[in-house]
């Protein structure tokens, strides 16, 4: 995939998240499948702070001074530290959409970036400015996976009958 395409896909995900969990009822965002899972409103804030901390930072960090220290990130501490499940579910889809608007507009707007340029990571050696745009696509992925995972479990756990006719999940 080139990078144009990574970068649409990348619009087009903001727009599926938004769709997914917008007007979902407060039961179903809050729910847990199995202890230690997140909930919906833990999934679109953990989004949220990767969309502005993780992903679109690092590609505007290797991309401008491939040399500087990465700031270090928690995104598993993030959910207690910052109160994940204390949030406004609406505000908290919203801000997501207004951060992947911004992410992708900054990436439209770049000129001739130097894609092959990378960050020497102490643990993981060269991290290019490629490979996060590539892994963030991936992390929407995982993460629509995950937000499908959710709403089927909930169908599954608040229903009487089988969903086997449906076909294996």
């Known amino acids: 995939m080139n990078t144009e395409s990574i970068v649409s896909e990348l619009q087009r995900n903001g727009e599926v998240i938004r769709q997914l969990l917008t007007h979902t009822p407060r039961k179903v965002y809050t729910y847990r499948y199995a202890p230690g899972k997140w909930s919906l409103l833990e999934v679109i ?3 949220y702070d990767e969309e502005r901390e993780d992903f679109r930072a690092r590609v505007k960090q290797i991309l401008s001074d ?12 993030w959910v207690y530290d910052r109160h994940y499940a204390k949030q406004d579910f609406e505000k908290k889809i919203q801000e997501f959409v207004i951060e992947r608007d911004r992410s992708v507009a900054w990436l439209n707007s770049l000129k001739d970036p130097k894609w092959e340029n990378y960050f020497v990571h102490p643990k993981v050696g060269p991290v290019s400015a490629q490979l996060i745009l590539e892994n963030w696509l991936a992390h929407d992925l995982l993460h629509i996976r995950q937000i499908l995972r959710i709403k089927y479990e909930y169908l599954k756990a608040n229903i009487s009958n089988p969903l086997d006719y449906a076909g294996e999940w």
């Open 66 to 77: 491939p040399t500087e220290p990465w700031v270090k990130i928690d995104p598993p501490a």
């Open 45 to 47: 804030c953990h989004l």
